[in-house]
């Protein structure tokens, strides 16, 4: 049996820790920092890379058409729709039993949030089961027309002219034709990768993260792909996740990576970080609420969050992937 190569497991790990510091870091109050717009500035891709794994993991996205769309909606759909509604019963729980306390979030509801975002007042991430869903089905229509696929090229383009637009696409759609550029990109490198050599790949894969170095300081652009945002220079923000995402992924994987325990573990169950964290954050943060003490610029409640989500969620590792309807893991 081949060895396992860690380096998607370490990458995936990487980009969870990441994102629920960025979290926590927003749900204490210092977002505004300087500090925290070079740490986006220099990570702004890692969000692109889930997109990229599933791309060059997919092994195939045709077949029969119900039958794959029925996996896909078991295994995206039913997670989105149960975590979205866990984090709902935390976070209006809340304002019901203590409408004193939440005064401020009474004000910015609205009934336009119900089909214009793909976020849940409770768990806004899991905006990304569904963007991911709607990316395999297109993905499997295009992939039955022979060539269709080259189409990709223009998905960025049409990804900025709908944030021209102010991003029109109900149900935060417009990022998924970001999300398609994204998985075929992956999917390319990992037929490139079958028919380059090792020590070629390895320089170019160099060669890509100094590119990504450079233009980012020479060319900085950012893409937001939760909100479907370019920041800056729009070319910069698409080519520097492309030579990053590949540069780095490429590097790593010609490499004879070890097993980061912790890091890798999160990456192998990282479903579970990601689905589970941010109600997490909701119950930290509304119970302080509840009794009068804000987690807003405390630094001891940033590390005592992160602990607490961390720990929580490796502890419901095992029994969240046992219930498939919680993990999306459903026996083939």
Not at 76 to 86: D, E, K, M, R, T
Not at 275 to 303: G, K, M, N, Q
Request: aromatic residues 22%; contains cysteine; charged residues 15%.
């Amino acid at each position: 049996m081949p060895q396992r190569n860690h380096a998607f497991d370490f990458l995936c790990g990487i980009c969870i820790i990441r994102m629920i510091m960025l979290h926590v870091i927003s749900t204490c109050g210092y977002r505004g920092e300087f500090w925290f717009g070079k740490v986006m500035a220099w990570s702004f891709f890692f969000m692109s890379f889930f997109f990229f794994k599933a791309g060059y993991f997919n092994k195939g996205v045709k077949g029969k058409t119900l039958p794959y769309l029925k996996d896909r909606m078991k295994r995206l759909l039913v997670p989105y729709f149960v975590w979205g509604a866990i984090g709902s019963i935390v976070f209006f729980g809340f304002l019901l039993l203590f409408p004193d306390s939440f005064h401020r979030y009474y004000k910015i509801l609205r009934w336009e949030h119900l089909w214009q975002d793909s976020r849940f007042w409770g768990n806004p991430p899991v905006w990304f089961l569904f963007s991911f869903f709607a990316c395999y089905v297109l993905t499997h229509f295009i992939g039955k027309v022979k060539y269709l696929k080259w189409v990709a090229i223009t998905f960025p383009f049409i990804s900025y002219y709908l944030w021209t637009q102010r991003n029109p696409l109900w149900m935060s759609l417009d990022n998924v034709f970001m999300g398609m550029f994204f998985f075929y990109l992956g999917h390319a490198w990992r037929w490139a990768q079958t028919r380059v050599p090792k020590g070629w790949l390895i320089a170019v894969s160099i060669l890509l993260i100094a590119a990504f170095v450079v233009n980012n300081k020479l060319f900085h652009g950012e893409y937001d792909m939760s909100l479907n945002k370019f920041h800056n220079h729009p070319w910069g923000a698409g080519i520097n996740t492309i030579c990053a995402l590949v540069g780095l992924s490429g590097l790593l994987l010609s490499l004879p990576m070890k097993r980061v325990p912790a890091v890798g573990y999160i990456g192998e169950h990282s479903m579970v970080y990601f689905v589970a964290h941010y109600p997490l954050i909701f119950l930290y943060s509304f119970t302080h609420l509840v009794f009068h003490h804000t987690v807003a610029h405390h630094w001891e409640d940033f590390i005592l969050m992160m602990l607490f989500i961390l720990v929580t969620c490796t502890w419901l590792v095992p029994y969240v992937e046992k219930v498939p309807w919680l993990s999306g893991r459903w026996k083939k």
